[in-house]
Nanobody, 122 residues
């Protein structure tokens, strides 16, 4: 009953920048955390960045200093600003949310969006 819709992916050259956005909709009591995963062809899905409501964000070591995650709790959105992009950043990026259910706020569930393609190539 929770949908995550991503936008902002695209094709660009190394050194460029992109901003990914995600909006959560549907039925939930609250969103505990939001973040971004990515998966490259033939590789395991990895957590890129994660942010809770009242704490500093966490980042994968491979993107620290280049990516910035931000969250608007009132709008139920999360963004990922990606700078100095490298070919190894090429992947499908999926929005992630950990929510408390509307039917029972004591129950947590994880959701992922369908993903948006980011391709970095010269």
């Amino acid at each position: 009953q929770v949908q995550l819709l991503e936008s902002g992916g695209g094709l660009l050259q190394p050194g460029g920048s992109l901003r990914l956005s995600c909006a959560a909709s549907g039925s939930f009591f609250s969103i505990v955390a939001m973040g971004w995963y990515r998966q490259a062809p033939g590789k395991q899905r990895e957590l890129v960045a994660l942010i809770y409501e009242r704490t500093s964000p966490n980042y994968s070591d491979s993107v620290k200093g280049r990516f910035t995650i931000s969250r608007d709790n009132a709008k139920n959105t999360v963004d990922l600003q990606m700078n100095s992009l490298k070919p190894e950043d090429t992947a499908v990026y999926s929005c992630y949310a950990l929510v408390r259910l509307a039917s029972d706020s004591n129950i947590r569930r994880q959701f992922w969006g369908q993903g948006t393609q980011v391709t970095v190539s010269s």
